[in-house]
């Protein structure tokens, strides 16, 4: 195979030239409701997804969920016989529910908007577009190339992660289509994250009655809560935030029951034993007299380490963007991702390679419009520029 920079220009061509049909494909996703817990919607995007992909040199393999989405694998011809593959991983779901009145895609002259607009369909149309412009230099046979489509990566990943992790053993690295900063940052870190749901059980009774005694399960979810919220350190990269309370029937009963669910991140692997056995030490002493509590551990992923790895990756692709004209950042980001997981096994990743905007998790979700194109010609010629480094 020639110098991979002696495809960039075709590449960049062929993609000017569909530009049209990547913003068809983003519009008809976009539309699709797909909440992580809406099968029925995340299934039809799985389907439209698999329909793009015909024509190629690519198989696809389905995998069946009984209560979420399916989710799908795409493989290149060329498999790998004692050479590792590159990983490409997106996901289809969104964090908007099924019922969510945020459920259309919209257009301006500088941004379009819509549920799931850059987190991650946006990076879904990047990643496809990109191997259909390698498909057009005959390259998607010659290089083993496997594209995870999950279904389930907002809810973390519990029905994929062994998908995403056995995938990312047999892997030269993997790239991640996360949605990238409005300032042209790609990400080469990520805090860790746990999610904890607290129970508090206390005993019922009539407000009217209420002594200094009273085992209201309320009152202690206060007192559990301003001590989660003292694990904040900031200065050591730890945040705490209780974010949903829920407890009572009414202003005139003492509370029986109380729920929190509480979010933290952190930087450094060690500080999540520190993090657990503070939920443990808080969960199980009791302030107020006659409650008792228990705590659930919902889901978590590690940290992404700033590895030398993913910094060499991200050579790889700072260098390509200035051959390109694009302007390209590293940057650490707080929130996590599947390449956390990816990280986790010592596999090199990059990460936020999807196109530019921001406001995701919100209604005001938006795409920076010119980021599309941009970040598809950027992610086909950087796959190409580490396969020749790191893959072959």
Known sequence: MRAVSAYFPIIKSYLESNEKAMFALLEELVCIQSGSHNK?????????????????DLSTEIVEQRMLGNHLIARSERQP????????????????????????YKEDDLKCYGPGVIDMKGGLVVGIFALKALQEIGLLKEIPITFLFN?????????????????????????????????????????????????????????AFASKEKSSAILEMAHKIIQFESLNEFKRGITVNVGKVEGGIGPNTISEFSTA??????????????????VTEFTNIATVHGTRSSVHFISGRPPMQ???????????????????????????????????????????VLDGLGP?????????????????????????????????????
Not at 81 to 104: S, Y
Not at 165 to 186: D, H, K, P, R, T
């Open 356 to 392: 530019i905007g921001a406001m995701d998790h919100s209604d005001e979700e938006y795409m920076v419009k010119e980021s599309l194109l941009q970040r598809s010609i950027l992610f086909a010629c950087t796959l190409l520029a580490c396969w020749e480094k790191e893959g072959r």
């Open 81 to 104: 016989q004692g050479q590792e593959q590159v990983l490409i991983v997106g996901h289809m779901d969104t964090v908007f529910p099924a019922d969510t009145d945020f459920n259309e």
């Open 261 to 278: 669910q509480i979010d933290f991140r952190y930087s450094d692997p060690d500080d999540l034993k520190y993090l657990e056995s503070r």
């Open 151 to 207: 279904s389930d990566e907002e809810i973390g990943s519990r029905s994929s992660l062994d998908i995403i992790q056995n995938e990312a053993n047999q892997s030269a690295f993997a790239l991640v289509l996360e949605c990238g900063g409005l300032g042209g940052e790609i990400v080469t870190g990520r805090k860790g994250n746990l999610m904890v749901e607290l129970h508090v059980e206390g005993k019922a009774g009539h407000a």
């Open 306 to 348: 700033k590895s030398p790895e993913n910094r060499k990756l991200y050579t790889r692709a700072e260098t390509v963007a200035e051959s390109l004209g694009i302007l390209l950042k590293e940057e650490f980001r707080f929130g996590g991702s599947d390449a956390n997981f990816i990280a986790d096994l010592g596999i090199p």
């Open 40 to 56: 029925k919607g995340v299934d039809a995007t799985m389907h439209r997804i698999e329909t793009a992909l015909e024509g190629m």
